[in-house]
């Protein structure tokens, strides 16, 4: 790690650096997993098939989503009933026995998890007779389930087909879940406010204390220029200036220290919202990952970090190419990123049990994403325009989640020298030169294509893109992911993969690894596209023109991931999928990239509506944080815990105001490092 400390004073925090490294090492503990825990409680809760593991005959306390429900059996004692059930997140799932009501027993209380909607079926063992309905269950309610047979046996004492009557009853009303999360965003909305409040007030006083200060001082000038005064003059009128649209001004230059804010605001935002629901994100189900199709809160975040570093990417390139820097050690430095992303990811994976350690991950991904993209810049020509030639693209690289080495290149300003001329550039000059480097993009994203349609997968098939486990019917048990899952198989090995995924609690899977080497071909096209929203703030000076190509391309993206997934969760062609890192997951994040992006600039840099506090101050030491959150998020003062570990702590209200003070306190840390003039990247 290198320290860009400008004054010797600021010694002291590095020291305090060294410190929380020295308790890194000691500590080695995941951040998400109490987060992890609570999802293990409720996986665990339908994960074993023996009814008496499940069935309690005293009413019990409910914990943190989840429901008490009382089956009762009102029909003939030699009448065996099953109750089966299917979780509403589990799409085309075998239904999994919840229940069997037997000759001797006429009731049960059992424990039913409440994030997702269930699907319960009744099936008589004696005849053909089935009932299926759908029910949304509240957190900490009791319900009583009655069902029974209508007319099970003819005149004749012979089985027929009947059919099933049930009612469910409230006993006991659930909580509102989500009031702490309200309560939580009303308090943290009311605190901004109150500080935007807090400055405009002291604003509006300085302004009118300098307006004084300025009336006396003319006044005091007036006086002695002039004999002949009566009285004090009266104060100047302002002098207006002319109103112009700030769309249509070109970008303002500032010193080279100066940095492209809504950049470092967006990096923050990211950072803060990982740490979040790294921590639990209050034990909310949309804070935590897809279980397979779709998008969380969640799934944001990482694939934003991999854009916003392709968008320094080339910025950075065009800086060390002005300070003349050889090819070789911008090579050089690229691979000594890559090695050192690589074996943070390793270390934060904390391999204590070396057969069984963990080789892909979030850093892991980060490096060779960075890698390829630095190489596709670095040495894939680009072309003139007008000529057809085609000549060395001489970039340089970044900080894979900081730029603190080439703020000047992030200058919205001091990028016009890297600019094309705005009169001469066209509509097209931030794509047209690199479209052998899109090519080569997009030639990475077609391997993922043809690896995942077209490779044979022993038991799978070709094309698989389901969980596997029960999905499916549970024709595909054995195929999570399907080539995704296989390539990691065999490129790693099962003991080296993750074998926690976030389907394994509903679908019933085994080890699949949602960083794995498959998703590294789309993650490199993602960063790519980062990188094209860099080259729009090199070649375009006009903010209007900046902000009219980020938010068409982010329409653009956005669309094709809509026509890619048939604007459906599971029964589009290509779903969006987190887990796998499809192409239509890629290109949302992206889009949604461009878009992000596009607000905070106009806001930020633009508009100087908002300074980016306190996003930007997170988004200049992101490495920092997202190490230390992973290595210390279970240790005082990031996390706490009240009262035992079946009661206070197992509420949403206890895990919000944990999670949402670890955040906090990050945050604080890496405001104190930004007065101190900290930065360390990699």
């Known amino acids: 790690l290198q320290l860009d400390l400008l004054q010797a004073g600021r010694m002291k925090a590095c020291f305090l650096v060294v410190v929380c490294v020295l308790a890194c090492l000691a500590g080695g503990v995941h951040a998400d997993q109490v987060a992890q825990d609570s999802w293990d409680d409720i996986g665990s ?27 009762m059996h009102d029909g003939p004692a030699n009448e065996n009933v099953s109750l089966y059930y299917t979780s509403g997140e589990c799409h ?139 009285g004090p003059p009266p104060p100047p009128s302002p002098m207006k200036a002319p109103l112009r649209d700030p769309l249509s001004v070109p970008a303002r230059k500032s010193s080279p220290s100066s940095r492209l804010v809504s950049l470092d605001a967006f990096r923050g935002m990211s950072i803060t919202i990982m740490i979040f629901v790294n921590f639990g994100g209050g034990g909310y189900y949309f804070f935590n990952h897809s279980i397979w199709n779709g998008l969380t809160v969640a799934d944001l975040v990482f694939p934003w970090f991999i854009f916003i570093m392709g968008v320094a990417m080339p910025m950075s390139f065009k800086a060390l190419k002005a300070k003349r820097v050889p090819t070789g050690t911008i090579l050089l430095k690229i691979v000594r990123r890559t090695i050192t992303l690589w074996a943070l990811g390793m270390f934060i994976n904390n391999g204590t049990w070396v057969p069984h350690w963990r080789i892909p991950g979030v850093l892991q991904r980060f490096a060779l994403s960075y890698f390829f993209v630095s190489l596709i810049l670095l040495f894939v020509p680009t072309l003139t325009l007008g000529t057809g030639k085609k000549h060395a693209d001489d970039d340089d690289d970044d900080d894979a989640l900081d730029t603190a ?18 009169a001469r550039a066209g509509p097209f000059a931030d794509v047209l030169p690199y479209l052998l480097q899109w090519a080569v993009a997009l030639i990475l994203l077609t391997l993922w294509l043809l690896l995942t349609f077209l490779l044979p997968v022993p038991g799978c098939g070709q094309g698989y893109l389901g969980p596997g486990g029960i999905g499916d019917q549970g024709q595909y048990r054995y195929c999570t992911g399907g080539a995704a899952g296989y390539i990691d198989q065999q490129i790693f090995g099962q003991k080296h993969i993750y074998c926690g995924p976030t389907c394994a609690y509903i679908y019933h899977t085994g080890c699949y690894d949602p960083e794995g080497a498959l998703g590294f071909l789309t993650s490199i096209f993602l960063c790519f596209m980062g990188a094209a929203c860099g080259r729009i703030l090199m070649t375009y000076s006009m903010p209007r023109n900046r902000v009219i190509r980020m938010f068409v391309w982010g329409v653009f993206w956005c669309a094709l991931a809509t026509l890619l997934c048939k604007a459906s969760k599971n029964d589009g062609w290509i779903p969006i999928n987190k887990n796998l890192w499809s192409p239509s997951f890629i290109f949302v994040m992206g889009g949604s990239g461009f878009i992000v992006l596009c607000i905070f600039y106009i806001l930020i840099d633009v508009l100087d509506f908002w300074n980016g506090a306190p996003f930007k101050y997170p988004g200049m030491n992101s490495i920092v944080l997202y190490c230390g959150h992973e290595l210390l998020g279970d240790r005082a003062p990031f996390t706490f815990y ?40 990699i």
């Not at 080495?405 to 705005?422: F, V």
Request: charged share 15%; net charge negative; aromatic share 12%.
């Open 45 to 71: 809760t339908f994960s074993d098939s023996s009814t008496e593991t499940r069935c309690n005959y005293i009413l019990q306390v409910p914990g943190m989503d989840m429901a008490q429900l009382r089956i």
């Open 92 to 230: 085309n799932c075998l239904a999994e026995l919840l229940f069997t009501v037997s000759l001797n027993e006429s009731s049960c209380y059992m424990m039913i998890p409440t994030p997702y909607d269930i699907i319960f079926e009744l099936r008589s063992e004696n005849s053909d007779t089935r009932l299926g309905f759908h029910q949304t269950l509240q957190e900490h309610g009791v319900y009583t389930l009655h069902f029974s047979i209508v007319n099970p046996i003819d005149e004749d004492g012979n089985a027929n087909s009947g059919s099933f009557t049930y009612q469910l009853n409230t006993e006991s009303s659930g909580i509102n879940t989500y009031l702490p999360l309200w309560i939580t965003f009303g308090a943290l909305g009311g605190l901004a406010l109150l500080w935007q409040v807090i400055l405009f007030i002291y604003r509006r006083v300085a302004h009118d204390a300098h307006e004084r200060h300025l009336y006396v001082r003319m006044n005091q000038e007036s006086a002695v220029l002039s004999d002949d005064i009566s």
């Open 405 to 422: 080495d080439a703020t000047e290149a992030l200058l919205a300003g001091d990028t016009r020298r890297y600019a094309a001329d705005p």
């Open 642 to 681: 009240f009262g035992s570990s079946s009661t206070w702590n197992q509420q949403h209200a206890s895990l919000m105001l944990s999670n949402v003070l670890g955040v906090s306190f990050w945050v604080i840390i890496a405001y104190v490092m930004y007065l101190n003039k900290v930065f360390i990247n």
